[in-house]
């Protein structure tokens, strides 16, 4: 193309800009990158091929930091009068965002129809984290669950099959004590499992609780708690057990960020970590390695994680429309299938399983379908009206309990009380 | 008896120690950095195996540079550090000028507010500043990031000090050549103030240069971002941490200090020093 | 003539405290109000709650632990950062084999951002196979978890703060000592005086000054550098590296819970200027004793 044709070409797309400008719609979106660098750009070649279909909207994808980050952001710009249009949010700050009252149900912006073809289409265990009071607050986007990854080399080495995972309580503790090598000073070389509790250990330990036959730890209106039934104080004893009585994990917290390393470098030969690290496992790993889904105890049970899609309040109707037709854009089947195979989250809706392109991956990578096939076993994560701070309160007494400053039954005890007394303003 | 006797220049005990001390400290100071350096040009799966045939690569750099504007995000922060500096100066200078050489009714009170800044500082009133930028139309603007610091209680209290030093007689010796306030200030009480200049300007720099929480909230758009926040995006650790990465990161923006520190460290100290900071 | 100097020092000053007004005052007494309220939420609006959470405070363990912990982390990085930083400015100033790779290594935490370095102390401080670990295994230590037991990691994230600060007070060290007369030290050598005597009796009298603006930026520091906290311990375990800044901001910007922050942040500045004026006083006395 000549430059004078491109300006010519520029102009006339000038002219009919300013002719449509009552048309144009301004979004503005705020996203967190929680899996490293790369998928970022992801989201901006996403929005931006958006564009490139919709002329008339105009996205500015702003990248937020962690999900901490965005939500702080998008709470300041709120209270300050400048919220975005959507952001993707943790499926737990629902409630937050509720009792804020700076986001809009999307049930009221789509068809009776689409009700049923659209937010009726994804997995009913992200739903259960993006729905309450009868509406749907979330639309489920990166979406994760963690697994269980165990180290194919180390596990013949040990003398173990190397093609079967642990499916139960007993058999990680066995298999983690055939996979503890101690040296001849008795330190430790290589762990048999490795739960990582830093930072945020009561997903990770939901899974615990669902597979000893709880179902979530909160009531759907995220009013009540359940911190010191049997089953929870079971699961806990369990999760102590494993660096105290078996001597099969290192002791003290475990860091979030490091798992991936520990498990790459063979410090640890099964790890339980978030399927959004596959991509990273996959491209680095130098040796065989197996995914898995979490060790069932009564029964199997994993959470679910990860970030929705909200839509905030104080928009004008043309931008709402624009935002909820970007949505709806974005989580069908090719978009999502894109997103699932750029960085491992696990893709929302039934239907974009049935694509060619996700088929082919799943057939390079069946790893991937063990996060699909585990969410017919997943409870929601913990969320609550006050969430990060009950979360909080839950973490801090689970690491008391790891540390060893409070037995398990005594920390969630505690847990339950401190919880209580918070949400009795939401009773 | 020249000038240059050392008491403790030959071989003793206590100067070997001195000498061990020194590069002891200095081993321990530079780690992260060489751990960085070693992180950045190796693959990843040496992130945490020092061997020394470990294969070099450029590529953790190439993906870091990839994964965000560096060179923009750098500029963004120069423009930041120069912009803050230049404005805590010059409206820090006035002020100070004015409490170290006027009388005028509500001085005392007037000062015991500029200290009150030096105690609380501009991060934890964030979502109050947000709402004033907002109201201001700042927000996502370089102007912004900057702006809560310009009038610094530091520099004020700093600068005060030091124009109280200065003898009054320079004063009305400039006054009587008919030399005016402002000229005076520029003439007279910047150039022997340089020194604590310096001083503030190090600690403002460095800063602001540092500083993450309110760059964070206030940017959202590539031209604006410092390089703290672009930084972060490698530091999330929902998914596991990519060291290789984020050293390479860490170092592709923080070479050109480093460089010039070790470039002109002499000539940068000389001046420091010559400036007489105390 | 009197007036006409009033209406000169309120221009010079208008500037700086228009924006000294609207930035930091006008927010912070807005903070002093809020600390009556409760927290608004968007279904429920504020009331008033008097002293409510100041009495909160009270029986809050975790507000508790930060005070303790925050009382630590200061009393360790101030002396601390301050002594290491006069020893790295004496071992630097004259003569001494690599005195350019010296001062550069000293200086590097300045030009590194904390948010990024962090990470980089995470892994020395990895327990199994971080830097730490790997140098104690080959000395033959036991293993530790030094960020990962609330006995040490208070102390881990406080060396960090040490390492990031010192270097950077090195310079204003060097600078003062460069002002001590050279035929001090001559005269010194001549009469036989000890290097430990002459700093005693020479150098540490002259550099005061120095020592105090660099004590006063540590201590805001202490309570300003929580950035690795973000990183490492996210205040953890257990809330053993708890600092008042980083419990100040998780209770404002991942509670929301504004009013319950906002009484802590009356707090902390409370705190602050106790300290700080102390340290003023004696800043300012030096200052005019020249």
Redesign the interface.
Known sequence: MTNTLKSLLAGTAAIALTSTGALAVDL?F?F???????A??VIEDLTQAYMDENPDVSI?A????????T???A???A????APQLAILLSTDMF?M?????VLPWDDFVSEEELESWIGGFYPAFMRNSQTEGKTWGIPFQRSTPVLFWNKDAFAAAGLDADVAPETWDDLVEFGKALTIRDD?G??TQ?GVRFP???FPSWLYTGLVASNGQDALANEAGTEVYFNTPEAVGALEYLVSLAGEHEIM?????????????F??G??AIVW??T??LT?IRA?A?FDFGVGMLPANVRPGAPTGGGNFYLFDGASDEQLEAAVDFVKWATAPEQAADWSIATGYVAPREDTWDTTRMQEYAQEVPGALVAREQLQYAVPELSTF?G??IT?LL???I??A??G?KTPAQALADAQTAADAILAAYQ | MTTHVRPHSAFQPDRLLFVIGAWLLALIWILPLAYAIWTAFHPSAYETRFTLLAPLTLENFQRAWNAAPFARYFLNTILLVTMVLTAQIVLCSLAAFAFARFEFPGKNILFALVLIQLLVMPDVLLVRNYATMRTLGLVDTILAIGLPYFASGFAIFLLRQTFKTIPRELDDAARVEGCSWLGLLWRVYIPLARPTMLAFGLVSVSHHWNNFIWPLIITSSVETRPLTVGLSIFATTDSGIEWSIITAATLITSAPLLIGFLLFQRQFVQSFMRAGVK | MFRRDWLIAFTFLAPALILLFGFTHYPAIQTLIDSFWTTPRGRRPATFAGLGNYTRMLEDDIFRRAMINNAIYAAITIPTSVALALAMALFVQGRILGRGFLRMAYFTPTVLPLIAVANIWLFFYLPGFGLFEQLRSWAGFSPRNWIGTPDTALYAVTVVTIWSQAGFFMIFYLAALQTIPPSLRDAAAIEGCAPLTFFRRVTWPLIMPTTLFVSVNATINAFRTVDHIFVMTQGGPNNASMLLLYYIYEQGFRFWDTAYASALTVVMVTILALIGIGQFFLLDRKVHYR
């Open positions: 503005e705020y967190p990158v929680a899996v490293g660098g790369d970022a750009s500015n702003v990248y937020t930091g962690s999900y901490a980050d939500t702080t952001r709470i300041t710009a209270r300050g009068g400048n937050a509720i009792d804020e009252d700076i000073a330190n430790v762990w509790s830093s930072g290192a002791p003290g917290i475990l860091d979030w960020g490091a798992t991936p390393r520990a790459l470098d410090e640890s970590t978030t959004g690290n990273n680095n130098t006050e990060p701070r909080q973490n801090d007494n690491a008391a790891i540390v400053d």
